[in-house]
């Protein structure tokens, strides 16, 4: 066993026996506390809940790839803005009033406010958004495992499943909201520690957001020798329009994403539902400004160390992950075909996902710092999942078993229910990651344009104009996601391959699905029966914070 | 609350938000995206004006902004007598 893979272990036990020390501790007997762990959060650590929650494998491992590498600097943010800007509408425009509404699931929301068929909308949604997502993270967690610990993915996967069983159905909301905080603290100083390593080594600046600043003259300068287009020059890969179109479904995305949402009815009162929005922006900000230094302080080592070498004596990193396959030719083969020959960076392909985990090698650091940069990226993997899975068990259990099912169904009932939809939805997702099916990928970056096109002006409409109608909500849900995802299929290159209109990219027409969506709930919610007076006073209510009435009696279910 | 106190501060709230939601569009799709050839031209610690937006500065002013929005309905709540949370909504 190397160092590396000893470190790995190590961190790995250590941070799993917290997770699973935490989800005993906080082990849960009644539905609130499974659903929303008792709205007794406070907003510090749901905020923490929240950023880990939302930030996946995906975040941890590839973003920094996906900036530096595959968009080239400048067109990675729209990823960067993306992903982070929806919380500013998800602050102001969702979570104080969805808090307020005070119920268990989005579907909730979306059936109390409208009517039965959206909420059926609403939970397919959730649904199939979910186990989408779920499974990207499972394959993260064998991901993880294979590369460092040397053990087959199924083991991986495993392992994975068995870690968050434990602490989901045992724990519900409450269990996965503190194992969250734990798996928060980990992950985000797994990736700050060599991101200011690397930064006081490369810059000599330990910040890495200003270190950023003193290597890109250079970093340019690099590229330009290897022919490439200037890293900080504008939309050298996507056009002007594009970029707004795929930021703008991104953060759009972000507001309408269920096991985002369902995080503020965790929150103890509408005002700690606004704080923990600004706890869990400042905790992703931490991540996603430093995401773009370490793309940019790796890229320029990676064009130094490969700068016409030979196999011979290439660095150490670049074996180790070319053993695995993760670096090739520029063609896809394997590096030995490169022979003796001299080669430099444009004439290999780097996997995207190594840059974070091999940022401490390539940045030379021991490894016991590689051995934490993979139990961050465990922790980020399985603290997303869990989130993911409680909405897909509640949406099942609550939304379905007993809005639909057995309305007479008591609490322990519900709560039976719920666990057996856990620990289902575990299974699942465990065979998705261990098989995934091809199109994962694809789908996982366009689920926040179907999520935009789909929720968003719903809610939106919902709470800031009393007289949309459950009709006018109906058709703009079913007429803004067809559409898009019509469109998807259309232009995806593994179905239609169609060039599209306009050139419109499918990651970016989820935004054009969210225009014409709000457009036809306005107008068709002109022509069709006005909400009850009752349901216009109770969405009136939910813009003061305080006790009111109709909420206090909407929420015993006197309504 | 009655009925014109409850219109004062929604309107307040109102106002708040779209001051917010402008700067939050200026700033990522304006300054980082439609305006960047021309602040890009302007370079500040290394960095070019409108690639720090896209990648850094855009982030940083979402945060602030947040913390604004908390801070500012903060007060309003005062003003208006709503700022008793612990006897808030809780769940049933």
């Known amino acids: 066993m190397s160092d590396i893979q000893l470190w790995t272990l190590i961190f790995a036990i250590i941070t799993f026996s917290v997770y699973i020390y935490i989800a005993y501790a906080s082990r849960v007997s009644d539905t609130s506390g499974f659903y929303v762990a008792g709205g007794g959060i406070p907003a510090p650590a749901n905020g923490a809940a929240i950023a880990a929650d939302w930030m996946s494998a995906a975040s941890f491992i590839s973003l920094a790839g996906i900036v530096g590498l595959a968009y080239n600097g400048y067109a990675g943010g729209v990823f960067l803005m993306g992903w982070t800007g929806g919380y500013v509408l998800l602050a102001l425009l969702l979570a104080p009033y969805l808090r307020k509404f005070g119920k268990y699931t989005l579907p909730d929301f979306v059936g109390d406010r409208y009517n039965e068929t959206a909420r059926f909308v609403a939970v397919l949604a959730a649904i199939v958004v979910s186990f989408v997502y779920v499974a990207g993270q499972m394959a993260g967690v064998g991901l993880v495992f294979t590369r460092f610990l040397n053990v087959g993915t199924t083991t991986g996967v495993i392992i994975g499943m068995a870690i968050v069983f434990f602490y989901a159905v045992l724990g519900g909301m409450k269990g996965i909201t503190w194992t969250q905080v734990a798996q928060y603290s980990v992950l985000i100083v797994a990736y700050l520690i060599p991101a200011v390593a690397v930064s006081a080594k490369v810059t000599g600046v330990p910040l890495p957001q200003i270190g950023f600043g003193k290597i890109l003259e250079e970093l340019n300068g690099l590229q330009a020798d290897f022919g490439l287009a200037e890293y900080s020059g504008a939309f050298t890969q996507i056009s002007m329009p594009n970029m707004v179109l795929i930021t703008a479904a991104l953060m759009f995305g972000t507001a309408g994403l269920p096991h985002v949402i369902v995080r503020f009815y965790t929150a103890k009162s509408v005002r700690a539902a606004r704080y923990s929005a600004l706890w869990a922006i400042f905790f992703i900000a931490l991540l996603y400004t430093t995401a773009p230094s370490v793309a940019a302080f790796t890229k320029l080592q990676i064009m130094k160390d490969l700068n016409g070498t030979t196999l011979a004596d290439a660095p150490g990193w670049f074996n180790t992950w070319s053993d695995v396959g993760l670096i090739t030719t520029a063609s896809g083969a394997p590096v030995s075909e490169l022979g003796s020959s001299s080669f430099g960076y444009t004439d290999v392909m780097i996997n995207n996902d190594i840059i974070v985990l091999a940022s401490p090698e390539i940045g030379g650091l021991p490894a016991p710092i590689v051995g934490l940069v993979a139990a961050g990226a465990l922790a980020a993997a399985l603290s997303t999942a869990s989130g993911l899975l409680l909405v897909i068990s509640s949406s099942v259990a609550n939304d379905v078993y007993y809005k639909k099912i057995n309305p007479q169904a008591s609490e322990s009932q519900q709560l039976m229910v719920g666990r057996i939809a856990m620990a289902c939805a575990i299974l699942v997702a465990g065979y998705l990651g261990i098989n995934p099916p091809g199109f994962v990928a694809q789908v996982v970056a366009l689920a926040f344009g179907l999520a935009a096109a789909s929720f968003f002006p719903i809610l939106v409409l919902g709470i800031f104009w009393k007289k949309t109608t459950a009709a006018g909500a109906a058709t703009g849900m079913i007429v803004g996601l067809s559409l898009t995802f019509a469109y998807m299929l259309w232009t995806l290159p593994i179905y239609g391959g169609s060039e599209g209109l306009f050139s419109i990219p499918p990651t970016g027409i989820g935004t054009i699905g969210m225009l014409i969506n709000f457009a036809v709930t306005i107008a068709v919610s002109q022509f069709t029966k006005k909400p009850s007076q009752q349901m216009q006073d109770l969405v009136e209510e939910i813009r003061y914070p305080g006790r009111t009435t109709l909420v206090a009696q909407h929420q015993a279910g006197d309504l | ?92």
């Open chain 2, 1 to 92: 609350m009655d009925d014109a106190s409850r219109q004062a501060y929604w309107r307040s709230n109102l106002r708040l938000m779209a001051v917010l939601l402008t700067i939050w569009a200026l700033v990522s799709f304006g300054a980082g995206i439609v305006f960047v050839e021309p602040l890009n031209e302007i370079v500040i610690a290394g960095f070019p004006l409108g690639f720090w937006f896209s990648q850094q500065g855009s982030i940083i002013t979402f945060v602030v902004l947040i913390a604004v929005y908390v801070w500012r309905m903060d007060k309003l709540d005062a003003e208006y007598g709503v700022d008793e949370y612990e006897q808030e909504v809780h769940h049933p």
